[in-house]
């Protein structure tokens, strides 16, 4: 069974950053895409960012310029760098990830940007 872990989400100023990590473990012969989503309070969860295996990236509009997402393939982990921060990136940022065809989730951490 896989699982996923978050951490790094927490209150920050806008203009700030962080950095976000998310650490698989468990048994997958080939992880193909990670990503971030997010989900802000009564607003559908949307996709941040994704990177593939071979490090193909795509990232949400908003995000472009500010955020970074980088993966460790070795280590099964995936980083989401997280600049100048807005108001409007608060939400709960999941991570993702394919293994061959099934879809993993993580419980998702708390990112709160103030004004």
Known sequence: QVQLAESGGGLVQAGGSLRLS???SGRCYRITVMA???QA??????????ITRSGDTNYLDSVKGRFTISRDNAENTVYLQMNSLKPDDTGV?????ECLKSQYWGQGTQVTVSS
């Open 22 to 24: 998310c650490g698989v």
């Open 36 to 38: 971030w989503y997010r």
């Open 41 to 50: 309070p009564g607003k559908q969860r949307e996709l941040v960012s994704s």
């Open 93 to 97: 940022y999941y991570c993702y990830l």
